[in-house]
């Protein structure tokens, strides 16, 4: 499967040296969701022309159009039929490229989420993981139209595993400025590397919203503001692009990987962050640094129900256990 490490590596190398209108065959592979909203990025940011993308595999190119890459990237929807699965096994690929189509992705994500969680044996809607995980994708929506400064793309997908369970990726990503370069446009000191980015990031309380030196009791005006400065002379704050959130989805990503036993990816410059079903978090180092951020959180179903079999009473732990058993 093409996850989203082998379309950090492999994007860059194999596309990275090509012009805009040259030829970008993708190979016969599947295609997870990381993979693809990674390409959608990078072709976001490389420009590509819709006729240059081709594909070694029909199916390929059929599924990547029942996903809507053509859709989310050049305005055409090039597939042809009804998206019966959309909301059953995938949410399809959703451009972040304002804060509107934030909002609209969010809605998006969070209900193909809500409608994976009901098709099964046991609704899991109410579970605490699943909570939690709504409130990330929206965290982290948010954050990248806030922070990258680039159209983000984000997906979902619901696969089997070996017919027993399922697991749930989700996956975000962009081409803008990454972290490292956002905390020093933000004035952050002693964060030299991509990987002290990442360390950054992650760690509950820091925001480069918040560690951004900005005069709280300076004048400010609204983004659709426009002629002259009501204030005179008096200096105006920058607002950036209007939203003032403030940037703390990271640290809950991290929290909503640990407890729930999930897989994660989190990629920024030339470091990847990975960190393991069990909570072990390892870096390695990436030969064509990624331009941006790129997310890939993956968690078993069995987590979801997990949860909420810790808060019911007796009579449904046996209920649930029962059906998870067969």
């Excluded at 399922?166 to 905390?183: K, M, P, Q, R, W």
């Excluded at 990031?201 to 919203?209: L, T």
Aim: proline letters at 4%; charged letters at 20%; a negative charge.
């Amino acid at each position: 499967m093409a996850s989203l490490i082998e379309a950090l590596e492999w994007l860059p190398r194999n596309f990275g040296g090509l012009e805009s209108k040259a030829e970008h065959l993708l190979p016969n592979r599947y295609y997870s969701p990381g993979f693809i909203a990674a390409l959608a990025a990078y072709l976001c940011h490389k420009q590509v022309d819709s006729e240059c993308l081709t594909y070694a595999s029909e199916d390929n190119k059929g599924y990547l159009a029942a996903v809507g890459l053509s859709r989310a990237l050049w305005g055409v929807d090039d597939y042809k039929f009804e998206r019966r699965n959309a909301g059953v096994n995938y949410a399809p690929l959703t451009p972040l490229a304002s804060q509107d189509a934030v909002d609209e992705a969010t809605t998006q994500i969070n209900g193909c989420l809500r409608a994976y969680a009901s098709q099964g044996k046991v609704d899991y809607s109410k579970s605490p993981a699943f909570k939690d995980l709504t409130h990330v994708v929206g965290e982290l929506h948010d954050n990248v139209w806030s922070h990258g400064m680039r159209t983000g793309f984000s997906t979902a997908q619901r696969r089997d595993l070996n017919g027993i369970d399922h697991i749930i990726e989700f996956s975000l990503a962009d081409c803008g400025i990454g972290f490292l370069d956002e905390l020093k446009r933000s004035g952050i000191r002693g964060v030299e590397t991509h990987r002290q980015a990442i360390e950054w990031c992650v760690q509950e309380g820091n925001s480069s919203k918040l560690a951004a030196n900005q005069d709280e009791w300076a004048q400010s005006l609204p983004n659709e503001h426009v002629g002259a400065n009501p204030f005179g002379k008096i200096p105006i704050r920058p607002v950036g692009n209007g939203n003032h959130h403030q940037g703390l989805g990271l640290a809950k990503l991290v929290e909503l990987a640990q407890k729930y036993k999930g897989v994660l990816y989190l990629a920024s410059g030339n470091c990847v962050m990975r960190m393991r079903h069990d909570g072990a978090i390892t870096y390695r180092p990436l030969q064509n640094p990624w331009k941006g951020v790129a997310v890939s959180l993956s968690i078993k179903e069995s987590s979801f129900l997990s949860a909420k079999v810790d808060e019911a009473d007796d009579a449904v732990v046996d209920d649930i256990m029962n059906l998870l058993r067969g």
